[in-house]
């Protein structure tokens, strides 16, 4: 069977390969046409070129090309707050009604008036809280769909557009480029995973199995006679910070060799991919451009760069300066 | 990029197809040779074709052809007990001179005389409880070496060979033949999910972020200055019975289309699968073949398959007859 399946996997590489090379070689000429050259570009090139070729030392096996890669900040925006937090503003505002008992909790009274320094100075556990007790009693399929229709309605505020819509540009190529190499690439978010799995396969081409998030209950029971999955008034588990090389773990199993994150909460995943043998990639989204996305780093609020961007500097890991290492930041620049 | 994506899938169908037809003619002529010529064969192969026919109304796109496997009397055997429980007790047995208050423990002693009976009727949670206790303080790198190195040296009592060597091969060759029609195979397991993942893509090309089981607590640290994770001494999520469907949402975020089982264990899982929309293919494996492997089903103490067969009997699941569907039960047969 291994061999089976090793034949295979070589048959497929060449066929990609040759196609690559006679069919589309507009592409091929340039897997990354948003990102600029320089020295993080040739970083990444470098990287991929040093672990996929058969007869370099760095070789690393397909299986073993795993890429991990924070959500918020670091493949879409998360300004002027977490795209999620709308979301939850308004899965809030429909469930009121029945909780009366709300309208005296600070994180309620700040969540509807969209009040984000208030929102900061009481945590996102209060309010993830919240929004469990809103969709406890709802089934996984009710939950979905809330979700899709939600972001087929709903715009940006800034830019007048779905937030899908404010996808990086530069990230989806490299997603793709990696791909094109036969890395695996998961999202390793502090989001909720049912969140960013109804639309990740559409606007990442990443799979649901490879999302890994925060986990709120579920429960199986017959509903109507029918099975269904309720979900319960509680999390599970918080993907972020240290709890990230920990869902990696639950998940995946194995250390990634490619991480990308642009925040605090990234910096254990970073560390603990760092901490494998063998060549590593470590990556940072730096927010710099205010003109075209936002600029924001070390006293921010939302996704604060501080303690990673030492160890990025410390570490000489990757640091991508928005401004000027991405000719585009979303496709409809 | 989907567009993209979608022509890569088609050249890679099409040349993995043209490579069946021609380089790999006997393996294309029957890709399930272990098992006889029967309903349940045709069963199997008349629900892949149906869902792979995309002039079909029953036709699934490969992205949602998820298949899920019960490990334990599903893919490999678990007579006389579940063969993790062989680890457990070694582990145990290394650790007990740090744990003199485990000597009166009914589930220590019952472990350590491998009394089965006694076993059954303290339950499954104590003894993982035991085994928790026993690893905390691993790092889940020293954890996966204990396995491995366990793996390579222990033998099965009735058979004398390798554990791995009693995995099915006719269940080996219904996982290949998924995977060729672009079946995404998944493992959901009772078992601990690190005690699956070090051997499930040697003996299964199940690579490790497919496999979905128990789940022990671990926590990020340095340790010598060096981050790594460590063990627990906790259970933090049991995947038997309903937690089947919760742990596959979980990680997969969508309903199978293909689930195997083999005990009350998986009864869950099967109903879960049964209640999408569109074609479904429930299977259970029954075991009534003493002579090559074991044969048990109502009353058994490991395994139990009863309400399941109840189950499978009332909807049309279909039941695979080890004695007489199977040509082969291990590959050294």
Redesign the interface.
Known sequence: ??H??EL?RQ??QA??AV?LLFALPA?AADALPSWRDGPTKQAIIKFVISVTDTNAKTYVKP?DR?AVFDNDGTLWSEQPFYFQLYFMADQVRAAAPKHPEWQDLPEFKALMARDIPALMKIGVKPVLELLAVANSGMT?AEYDKAIDDWLFFSRHPRFNRPYTDLAYQPM?ELL?YLEMNFF?N?IVSGGG??FM?VWS??VY?I?????IGT?GG????EKDG????IKLPKMEFLDDG??K??GI??????QPIFAFGNSDGDL?ML??T??GKGLRFMGLVHHTDEKREWAYDRTSHIGKLDKALDAALANGWTVVDMKKDWAKVYAFD
Chains 1, 2 share one sequence.
């Open positions: 069977m291994k089976f399946s295979r048959f497929i066929t990609v196609s592409w299986d795993i996984t989806k793709r695996k998961f995973v049912e799995r396969q559409k081409d799979p649901p199995e490879r999302v986990v579920v429960k199986f029971e029918k099975p269904v999955l240290p709890g090389p920990v773990y639950r998940s995946i199993g194995c254990q560390q603990w760092a901490a």
